[in-house]
C-alpha cells in the first residue's frame, strides 16, 4: 500500500496535540494550588479526573472504533476536549477544572485508541515500528515545548491575557488549547482517511473476551505493572514544580517549568538510547538497570540539595523512558491470543496515573510532599519485580556478537 504522507503527518500532529494537553498539569500545580487554595490531596484530584477518564474510556473507545471508524471517533474525541477546554476557560473554578479535565481526559483516551492502527495503515506496515518510534519523539517534544510555552503565556501580555481574570493568568493556556481542539476538528473533518481493516489479533472483542483475560493472573500482573509506570510518571512530572518551589524555593514559572519541561526532554533522549540498548541486551535486564537507575535519581532528587534536585529529577525521566514499551511488549509477548483485547486492558491501566496521585496528595497533607513523593519507591519496586518475574513466550531479538573460525567478530 502507498504511503500517505499526508495522514502520517496528521497522525504525529495529532500525539503532537495530546502530549502537549496531557502534560502540561505539572508545571501549572503550584499556580493551581496558589489560585484555588487547594491542600495536595485536593490538587491530586485534578490528575485524578483527567487519567480516571483513561479507564472509563479506553476499552469502550476500542469497540466505538471498530463500530464507526477512526475518522467519527477522532472527530468526537476533538469535540468531546474541545468542550471541556471551553468550560473551564470561560468558568475558571476548581468544580468546573474537574470535570473539564474528564473530558479532555476522555478525549485523550479515544483518540489513542484510534490512532494507532490507523498510523499502521497510513504509514505501511513495515514502517510501522519507525513510525510508531517517531511518534513517541513527537510526543515527549511536546510534553518538553508545553511548560517552556506556559511560562511564555504567563510572563508576556498575548491576546489570550485579556480572556481571563487577572490573578489567573495560567488559565490563558486552556484558551489556547480551546483554539487548537476546534481548528484539530476542523482539520480532521476535510481530511480523507483509508479503510482500516484490523487483523484479527488486532481487534478489541466483546466485553466476555475481557472478562476471560482478567481472570489470568499474567494478566492482572502486567495490569498492575502499567499501573505502576503511569503512576510512577505521573506521580513525579506532576510534583516536581511544587517540589522545588516547597523545599528549596525555586520560582515555580520559570525554574519550576522548566525542570518539568526538561523531564519530558530527557525522556525523549532516553528512547533513543534505549532503542539502541534493546538491539543488544535482553529487555528484561534492561528494566531492572532501568528501575535501579530511577530509584537512585530519585532518592538524589528528594534529598538531595537544590541544585542536585535541577539535575535529578529530569535525570529520573531519563531513566523511565524505556520502562512503558519494555512493560507493554512483554505483556503482549506473554500471551498467545487476544492481542487487541489485551492492549486495551493495558490503556486502562493508566489510571495508575491518578490512583497513585491521591496517595501522594493525602502522605503529603499529612507527612510532608518529601514523604508523599518516596511513595514512588513502591512502584518502582512493583515494576523491579516485573522485570525479574517476567517469562514471555517471546523475547526481543538481540545483535549476537559471535566469532567466526579465524577468530574475528560478525
Not at 504511503?3 to 498539569?25: D, P
Not at 487519567?51 to 472509563?56: D, E, L
Not at 524505556?322 to 491470543?337: E, G, P, Y
Request: hydrophobic share 55%; aromatic share 16%; charged share 10%.
Amino acid at each position: 500500500m502507498k504511503i500517505n504522507y499526508y495522514l502520517v503527518g496528521l497522525i504525529f500532529l495529532t500525539f503532537f496535540v495530546i502530549s502537549f494537553i496531557t502534560n502540561i498539569l505539572g508545571a501549572l500545580n503550584p499556580d493551581i494550588i496558589n489560585s484555588f487554595k487547594l491542600s495536595l490531596t485536593f490538587s491530586a484530584f485534578l490528575p485524578f479526573a483527567f487519567f480516571i477518564a483513561y479507564g472509563v474510556m479506553s476499552i469502550p473507545a476500542g469497540i466505538l472504533v471498530e463500530r464507526y471508524k477512526e475518522k467519527k471517533i477522532m472527530i468526537s474525541a476533538f469535540v468531546i476536549a474541545f468542550l471541556g477546554s471551553l468550560l473551564f476557560s470561560l468558568f475558571p473554578s476548581y468544580s468546573i477544572f474537574i470535570i473539564s479535565l474528564f473530558l479532555m481526559g476522555s478525549g485523550m483516551a479515544m483518540l489513542q485508541v484510534a490512532i494507532n492502527p490507523l498510523l499502521r495503515v497510513s504509514g505501511g506496515e513495515k514502517h510501522f515500528a519507525f513510525n510508531s518510534v517517531m511518534a513517541q519523539l513527537i510526543f515527549g517534544g511536546a510534553s518538553f515545548l508545553a511548560p517552556m510555552f506556559l511560562t511564555y503565556l504567563i510572563l508576556n501580555k498575548t491576546i489570550f491575557a485579556k480572556l481571563v481574570p487577572a490573578n489567573l493568568p495560567w488559565v490563558s493556556l486552556y484558551w489556547v488549547f480551546t483554539w487548537i481542539l476546534l481548528l484539530m476538528v476542523v482539520v480532521i473533518v476535510i481530511s480523507k482517511f483509508p479503510n482500516v481493516e484490523r487483523k484479527e489479533d488486532e481487534r478489541t472483542g466483546t466485553w466476555g473476551t475481557h472478562k476471560t483475560l482478567f481472570n489470568q493472573k499474567v494478566v492482572i500482573l502486567y495490569f498492575i505493572g502499567i499501573f505502576s509506570y503511569v503512576g510512577t510518571e505521573q506521580g513525579v512530572s506532576y510534583w516536581i514544580s511544587k517540589f522545588l518551589f516547597t523545599y528549596h524555593n525555586y520560582d515555580p514559572i520559570t525554574v519550576g517549568s522548566s525542570i518539568v519541561g526538561w523531564f519530558w526532554g530527557m525522556m525523549s533522549i532516553g528512547c533513543l538510547i534505549g532503542l539502541v540498548l534493546l538491539k543488544f541486551f535482553d529487555s528484561r535486564k534492561i528494566l531492572i538497570s532501568a528501575v535501579i537507575f530511577a530509584a537512585i535519581f530519585l532518592t538524589a532528587a528528594l534529598f538531595g540539595a537544590g541544585n542536585v534536585a535541577l539535575i535529578a529529577f529530569p535525570m529520573v525521566g531519563f531513566s523511565l523512558s524505556v520502562m512503558w514499551s519494555i512493560i507493554f511488549s512483554l505483556a503482549l509477548n506473554s500471551v498467545d491470543k487476544h492481542h487487541g483485547s489485551f492492549s486495551g486492558i493495558l490503556c486502562t491501566a493508566i489510571i495508575g496515573g491518578a490512583v497513585v496521585q491521591l496517595f501522594i496528595g493525602w502522605l503529603g497533607d499529612t507527612f510532608g510532599l518529601r514523604a508523599g513523593m518516596s511513595f514512588i519507591y513502591i512502584t518502582l519496586a512493583y515494576m523491579l519485580f516485573i522485570g525479574i518475574w517476567a517469562n514471555p513466550i517471546i523475547t526481543n531479538e538481540t545483535i549476537r556478537l559471535k566469532k567466526n573460525s579465524r577468530g574475528e567478530r560478525t
